[in-house]
């Protein structure tokens, strides 16, 4: 079965700390692989979008990697903001499909 | 990118009835995706919906309950039939861009009672 797995489920650090939030799919074949952030009660905004031919992506602050042989990417989030408080959540699109199938999402919370 | 707007935003509805969910597109697409988020939950691909055709369900999730509508390349709507309390959910529409990159609407926030 294709499944994402997001670990840890919840993390509180302090600001300004560089963290890292992992993503896990069972299945190494993929098409991309995409972050996403959800505010409380809000819909989903796209973060970075990894395809299957590349390692890593960056936007200012994050950093996506990818590494399709073990099945993990990770998003690196460098000197945290409290601004940056939310449930970031990975979705992956599993080769021969063409669906997202969404982790369980980490909620992150930056402490002022 | 594509810019994507739901209606109702947030509704309280009692149980039995019935409730339709609208998603307007800025730009013509072909597939168009429902999504239900439960509380604390992440969130699950309820149907696939394509103009022109009938929708595909995910396991678990039946037409009767669901019905959806594709008049156009811009726009769907979702039905939630007959609803219980467990029906209490975010409900979202999303849109694959280039084959690539996925949007999202803001979310139709659902309270049975």
């Known amino acids: 079965k294709q499944e994402v797995t997001q670990i840890p489920a919840a993390l509180s650090v302090p600001e300004g700390e560089n963290l890292v939030l992992n993503c896990s799919f069972t299945?190494?074949?993929?098409?991309?692989l995409q972050w996403f952030r959800q505010d409380p009660g809000k819909g989903l905004t796209s973060l970075l979008l990894i395809q299957s031919s590349q390692r890593e992506q960056t936007s200012g602050r994050l950093n996506a990697s990818l590494d399709k042989s073990s099945g993990r990417s990770t998003l690196y989030i460098a000197a945290s903001q409290p601004g940056d408080s939310a449930t970031y959540l990975c979705?992956?699109?599993?080769?021969?499909?063409?669906?997202?199938?969404f982790g369980t999402g980490t909620r992150l919370k930056v402490l002022a | 990118s594509a810019v994507i707007s739901q209606k109702p935003s947030r509704d309280i509805c009692q149980r039995g009835t019935s409730l339709t969910i609208q998603c307007q597109v800025d730009s013509q697409v072909t597939m168009m995706f429902w999504y239900r988020q439960q509380p604390g939950q992440s969130l699950t691909l309820i149907a696939t919906a394509n103009q022109g055709s009938e929708a595909t369900y995910e396991s678990g999730f039946v037409i009767d309950k669901f019905p959806i509508s594709r008049p156009n390349l811009t726009f769907s709507t979702l039905t939630v039939s007959n609803m219980s309390p467990e029906d209490s959910s975010i409900y979202l529409c999303?849109?694959?861009?280039?084959?690539?990159?996925?949007?999202f609407g803001p979310g139709t926030r659902l309270l049975v009672l």
């Open positions: 979705a992956v699109i599993f080769a021969g499909t063409y669906k997202y199938i």
């Open positions: 299945d190494s074949a993929i098409y991309n």
């Open positions: 999303s849109v694959n861009w280039d084959q690539e990159t996925q949007y």
